[in-house]
């Protein structure tokens, strides 16, 4: 990323609400792409203040540390995906097609270039930023799964599928889902950079899914 002063640099004074909005979303996105870029240990807050063009000072009185920017960068995409899934919950009718639904948005968001960098971040250097994953657990992680559980056992509850335990079958979905292509893309693979070809995997995951927990008297 080229490190150029941003166009809207502070020049002094009391920031208007919509000045302080507009430097709370560069924040948010340059810090993203250089995190992804770079990864967690090479970026620091001085860099990101400098290619914003905002002093250290500024920067500092929102975010106290790397840590927790890093933390706000996580939330920010947790709740993406988080909204996403109580969107598609609330507005579907049958709890089935909104399982197929959240599973597909999944498989995408953790394959997009900013979100596969922070959990490669998480995974790598968890030892340094521990309350990170501890929060992402509890905040993000917990309420998703417990969307698609909810979405399960209504399923369940409707005669389209055999579970039990829907939180073990939520996260065998999960897994069967993403943990491939998730491994195959980290360790540099194109496999699945196509969206014809993520396509083709997620129907093949699901179609395998529905054949292990469907009921029988359904086609």
């Known amino acids: 990323m080229p490190e150029m002063p941003s166009k809207s640099q502070h020049t002094g004074g009391r920031p208007t609400p919509e000045t302080s909005a507009q430097l709370d979303r560069q924040i948010m996105e340059v810090a993203t792409d250089l995190f992804a870029e770079q990864g967690y240990v090479a970026t620091s807050l001085e860099q990101i203040a400098r290619v914003i063009g905002c002093s250290k000072a500024t920067l500092y009185r929102r975010y106290a540390s790397k840590e ?10 947790g709740q993406m995906l988080l909204d996403e899934a109580t969107d598609v919950e609330a507005s579907s009718k049958d709890p089935l097609l909104a ?5 597909e948005f999944f498989l995408d968001f953790m394959l997009r270039p900013e979100t596969r960098e922070a959990y490669r971040i998480i995974i790598g250097d968890g030892h340094r930023i521990p309350f990170v994953a501890d929060e992402l657990m509890e905040t993000i992680v917990e309420p998703f799964v ?20 829907h939180e073990e079958t939520t996260r065998v979905l999960m ?3 993403v943990g491939w292509p998730l491994q195959n893309t980290m360790l540099g693979q194109k496999e699945l950079q196509a969206p014809e070809a993520r396509k083709k995997y997620f129907d093949r995951s699901w179609g395998i899914f529905l054949s292990g927990i469907r009921r029988q008297n359904q086609e």
């Open 68 to 77: 927790e920017l890093f933390k706000a960068v996580v939330a920010e995409r």
């Open 99 to 103: 399982t197929r639904e959240i599973a």
């Open 146 to 165: 417990a969307t698609f559980s909810r979405l399960l056992g209504a399923a369940a509850r409707a005669g389209q599928i055999d579970s039990v335990d």
């Open 175 to 177: 897994s069967l889902v």
